[in-house]
């Protein structure tokens, strides 16, 4: 695997920490791609993996996420999720509730290996999607100490029920007869078929919609070319795993583990955040952003709380 050695990231390099390119393998053999940054001085340090948000790559949010943590003391992980950015799986952007929630454990096999990380001291942090599939992967992995989910979104609820759980029972069902019947023409093609990208407005989109894409398609913001949101679109089947396979059926056995989640008050996903909140068990805490709105927490710098993940992951790695 080729990486790219060129600082192409939507932020700026910090010279406070030490950064190089990695890759790592999950247990079904797909190689991940990564950027590692690293404190300066010795360790033994306690260590965080971050991804998300769903649909982009690890040059956007969690790398600034990440950058920022290692800055603070963290080893920390930003890694691309399987088929998608400088990660290998094909065919390229799919997304997969096991897969990805695998993706976070790979992380953890890696940094638990790496010389300078106490392998006992690791913590995840996922972004949007990436939320859903931490907490899932927190709930399978104990290795893993503690887990934030930040601007949180559970892919599968939205998938299988529609933003505020709007879709009916009939709409499910037709949706689910068009993605099964998607299958036919995908293998009578011989390759996946792909929508057009979902942020290309027209016009008298949801305003949520349009934050998305004042995010992701400015470049002098969130615009990345590896990014599925910024310049491409998902595969057409990709819902048909998430409608069936709900991400957080078991979010209460993460306890005695604690739990952080981050969300905006103006954010139009914030429900998700509740719910996974009410259906966790304890320690917990729901750290509400005052007037943030939901992408608002992947880059604005004075509205993400570093102060409180700091003091999350200190006190709890």
């Known amino acids: 695997m080729e990486l790219t050695q060129d600082w192409d990231k939507t932020f700026p390099k910090s010279d406070k920490v030490d950064h190089r390119k990695v890759t790592f393998s999950n247990r079904y053999g797909i190689e991940l791609a990564g950027d590692l940054y690293t404190p300066k001085g010795g360790g033994p340090f306690a260590a965080i993996a971050v991804s998300g948000p769903f649909g982009a790559v690890k040059e956007q949010s969690s790398g600034l996420h990440a950058q920022t943590l290692a800055e603070r003391g963290f080893v920390t992980l930003a890694f691309d999720a399987s088929y998608t950015g400088e990660s290998g799986g094909e065919p390229r952007n799919l997304a997969s509730p ?27 942090l996922g972004i949007c999607g990436f939320g859903g599939m931490g907490l899932n992967a927190a709930a399978a992995d104990k ?22 759980d709007s879709t009916t029972p009939e709409q ?3 949706a689910l007869d068009g993605l099964s019947r998607q299958r036919w023409a995908d293998a009578e093609a011989g390759a996946p078929a792909y929508g057009p990208n979902g942020l290309e407005l027209k ?5 949520f919609v349009v934050e998305y ?5 400015d470049e002098k913001r969130g615009f990345h070319p590896r990014s599925v949101n910024s310049n491409a679109s998902w595969t057409l089947t990709t819902p048909l795993s998430f409608m069936n396979m709900p991400l957080l059926t078991y979010i209460d056995e993460i306890a ?11 954010a139009h996903s914030l429900y998700f955040s509740k719910t996974a909140y009410e259906n966790a068990a304890e320690p917990k805490e729901l750290f509400i952003v005052e007037g943030a709105t939901h992408t608002d927490l992947y880059d604005q710098m004075d509205k993400i709380p570093f102060d409180k993940f700091v003091s999350f992951f200190s006190e709890t790695l």
């Open 98 to 124: 096991e897969i990805n929630t695998e993706d976070f454990s790979a992380a953890v096999d890696f940094l638990g290996l790496l010389p300078g990380v106490d392998r006992e001291r690791i913590g995840i």
């Open 143 to 164: 290795r893993i100490k503690a887990v934030a989910a930040t601007t949180m979104y559970d892919i599968s609820r939205m998938m299988a029920k529609g933003y505020f």
């Open 172 to 174: 499910r069902a037709e």
């Open 203 to 207: 016009g008298g989109e949801p305003q």
């Open 213 to 217: 894409a004042a995010y992701y398609k």
């Open 256 to 266: 005695p583990r604690p739990i952080l989640l981050v969300h905006g008050s103006a």
